[in-house]
């Protein structure tokens, strides 16, 4: 049995990896927790049973008090991860930290520098390596199925209401509290690029933009609020519309009951509390009317030292949240889409293979079973049963990419080599 503390009770600290304790309550236990939120305390003591004297009202406090788990789980806001993993990692815990481990890169060197020297377990949660889509497709690649891999071409598609939610009314909507969003949201694609090439990338350049949630794109006559002050007009024709998102929607409260993103908006949803904070709350605001900064698009053009070549887009812009690749070698190619679960490879001049993938639906299903693959795996690894599937020095290069991509897009794409810019974080 591995005993865990959960340090940041929100949606992801609540409902993704701790809940392998609630379907595996013989092999994980969660026996404490950590938020500035009394709500979120009640919340983790209802679903998992700790006690009140083991709920702490802010990461500090818990982390000044003497090992309480074997593990901590540590989901935090994004400029909070280095500095309770540092604590952590003092205090003698293993370590699920959720990504981007920093915005900064001098933060994750110090962080894989204090791995090392306390020989702790830090997994970085690059969930999509442990979901059986990706794992597949390494297995395929690795056996020559294709031949030599020559390109990679990967797309992910954010979502228009995921992007909206997260990005422009969220809490991820400004680089300077959060991080840029090729890396808190993509630094998981650079991973997986990064593993299925085999090799680190060395060089790489990007475009990118905030194109439309701002100001100057507002739709003629929308109000600052979508339920205060705008026309019912102007929302009947726009799709991000706070209310149809959270309530009456398609994915809304009224057709979906209290999931996500309704659960990120109110504690325990319900209809009228969910209207009360779309009046009052960052979630109501219209998407033009944000003060959100972070690219709503970005491409990356990546070279690896094996000379394999990988492209990633992502953008907002898309009616659901998908992943798709395509993969070419020397005798084939392959085509794969994450949501679909379902590998194609075709080698040249022979039959079509098609690898379907079954994923169990249910609570535990997010990022294609990669929440499940992940937690399954951090458990397997501190009981001894196996090795770990990744390290903090491949999380530490997958970081380097997305900021370095950053660094290029804001200098009109110029071509950045990933060893200079390291040794530059590192002088400065």
Known sequence: MITAAVCGCGSRGLFAYSTYARLHPDRLK??????????????????????????????????SVPKLSDAMIISTQDRRHVYDAMKALDLGYDLILEKPMSPELSDILALQKKAHE??????????????????????????????????????????????????????????????PMILAKCCHDMDYLRWLAGSPCVSLSSY??????????????????????????????????????????????????????????????TEEKLEKALKEG?????????????YDHQTVLMQFENGIEA???????????????????????????????????????????????????????GHGGGDAGLAEDFIRVLSGEKEALTSIDASVDSHVMALAAQASAENGGERILLSDFVHKAVRE
């Open 118 to 179: 306390t020989g702790r377990t830090v997994v970085v949660c690059h969930v999509l390596r442990y979901t059986p889509f990706y794992s597949a497709m390494k297995e395929i690649l690795d056996a020559g199925e294709i031949g030599r891999v020559v390109t990679i071409d990967a797309t992910e598609n954010v979502g228009y209401y995921h992007f909206a939610h997260s990005f422009v009314r969220g809490n991820w909507r400004r680089v300077d509290e959060t991080s």
């Open 208 to 269: 990118g933009g905030l194109s439309v949630f701002r100001k100057e794109a507002a739709v003629p006559g929308a109000g600052t609020r979508c339920t205060a002050d705008c026309p019912e007009e102007v929302r009947a024709r726009c799709p991000y519309d706070a209310e149809k998102i959270y309530i009456t929607g398609s994915r809304g409260f009224q057709k979906n009951g209290d999931s996500w993103p309704q659960n990120v908006v109110v504690s325990e949803p």
């Open 282 to 294: 960052p979630y109501g605001r219209c998407v033009y009317a944000c003060d959100n900064d972070v």
């Open 30 to 63: 969660i026996v404490a927790g950590a938020d500035i939120r009394p709500e979120r305390l009640q919340m983790l003591r209802e679903m998992y049973g700790v006690p009140e004297e083991m709920c702490f009202s802010s990461d500090d406090e818990m982390l």
């Open 311 to 365: 492209t990633f887009t992502t953008s907002a812009f898309s009616e659901a949240i998908y992943r798709t690749i395509k993969i070419t070698g020397t005798e084939g190619e392959l085509y794969g889409n994450l949501e679909k679960n379902r590998i194609t490879v075709k080698r040249f001049g022979e039959e079509v293979k098609n690898v379907d993938l079954s994923v169990k639906k249910g609570e535990f299903e």
